[in-house]
């Protein structure tokens, strides 16, 4: 029933940053995970980051480690994405995905999450 919405993708240069936001419809229980997945052009949909549910533990991808950070603003019912020395294999489209019923060993699996959002894309020039 949760709907999820991004926004704030665009066209940048490699090296330059870049804020993703992900909107929920509702407040959402204190067991609901959000996590980001991208996925380019011919390529498989990737995780990319997530918190679990409602406790402020972040988990990355190895290739975002250090780069990327994941937050939320519970108030706004908003997660971002903050992006910083973007490089051109980050570009993809990337999705907002949302569940409430994911074990943590699956946090990483793109299909542990039911609902998604229609994504926007990220594009780095180099």
């Known amino acids: 029933q949760v709907q999820l919405a991004e926004s704030g993708g665009g066209l940048v240069q490699a090296g330059d940053s870049l804020s993703l936001t992900c909107v929920t419809s509702?407040?959402?229980?204190?067991?609901?995970?959000v996590g980001w997945f991208r996925q380019a052009p011919g390529k498989e949909r990737e995780f990319v980051a997530a918190?679990?549910?409602?406790?402020?533990?972040?988990y990355y991808s190895d290739s975002v480690k250090g780069r990327f950070t994941i937050s939320r603003d519970n108030a706004k019912n908003t997660v971002y994405l903050q992006m910083n020395a973007l490089k051109p294999e980050d570009t993809a489209v990337y999705y907002c995905?949302?569940?409430?019923?994911?074990?943590?060993?699956?946090?990483?699996?793109?299909?542990?999450?039911?609902?998604w959002g229609p994504g926007t894309q990220v594009t780095v020039s180099s």
């Open positions: 918190l679990w549910r409602n406790t402020g533990y972040t």
């Open positions: 509702e407040r959402t229980s204190n067991a609901y995970t």
């Open positions: 995905a949302g569940g409430g019923q994911l074990i943590l060993s699956s946090i990483r699996t793109a299909s542990a999450y039911n609902t």
